[in-house]
């Protein structure tokens, strides 16, 4: 499968702790996104990154979010003392810059259940 | 500020007849727009985009658009609707003076088609 993938697929964790997700975009891909969807909302932007430049966040990633694309490749999502409000999917998407206006291809989420 | 809505939280159609899912956005400027399909337990799947030229924009599994700059919309149709279009769609819109692509989202029409 030459698609977008995540890891894992489903986290259930006790409020306060730290969990990492990773998004493996598609190979030749440069940009790489992460969206945060909620019951009943549509995907919400969290932040961008052009190769391994983190190029904008949205205000939606708090301090206690972070995430990284060392070497411009796959990319993690950290959140640190999680929170009940994170519960989410987390999505990642990823496109190649320089073929028009692109589309961005998802990966299936990763689901956060904090409890 | 620039939104994108979808005003039906759900449209249910019998197989077979045409089926319509709504999205109007309100920007000032150009905007783009796409259409994108996300099954249970799976990533949002690209269907089409809208960038500029004719109106009428065609897509994956049959669907189409069409894209109305004075009333703003951009509705999703399909002809003769199938069971397995049965899904969740999102509109979604990034604007032109965006050279990286960054997607604002409707929150979603839940499709149901009955057989």
């Known amino acids: 499968d030459t698609g977008v993938s995540q890891d894992p697929r489903h986290k259930i964790t006790k409020r306060g702790q730290n969990v990492t997700f990773r998004c493996d975009p598609i190979s030749e891909h440069n940009r790489l996104y992460w969206y945060r969807q909620t019951l009943g909302q549509g995907p919400e932007f969290l932040t961008y990154f052009q190769n391994e430049a983190q190029l904008e966040k949205s205000r939606l990633l708090s301090d206690r979010f972070s995430a990284e694309r060392p070497k411009g490749s796959f990319s993690t999502l950290e959140i640190q003392r999680t929170e009940q409000g994170d519960s989410a999917m987390y999505l990642c998407?990823?496109?190649?810059?320089?073929?028009?206006?692109?589309?961005?291809?998802f990966g299936p989420g990763t689901r956060l259940t904090v409890l | 500020a620039q939104s994108v809505a979808q005003p039906e939280d759900q449209v249910n159609v019998a197989e077979g007849n045409p089926l319509t899912v709504k999205c109007t956005y309100s920007?000032?400027?150009?905007?783009?727009l796409f259409w994108y399909v996300q099954y249970p337990n799976r990533g949002l799947q690209f269907l089409l985009k809208?960038?500029?030229?004719?109106?009428l924009v065609k897509g994956s599994y049959g669907f189409e658009a069409e894209f109305n700059k004075s009333q703003t919309s951009f509705h999703l149709k399909k002809p003769s609707a199938l069971v397995s279009d049965s899904a969740l769609y999102f509109c979604a819109l990034k604007w032109t003076t965006d050279s990286w692509g960054k997607l604002q989202f409707g929150a979603g029409t839940q499709v149901v088609v009955t057989p």
């Open positions: 920007v000032s400027g150009n905007p783009y």
């Open positions: 998407a990823s496109s190649l810059e320089g073929r028009g206006i692109d589309e961005q291809f």
């Open positions: 809208y960038i500029t030229g004719d109106n």
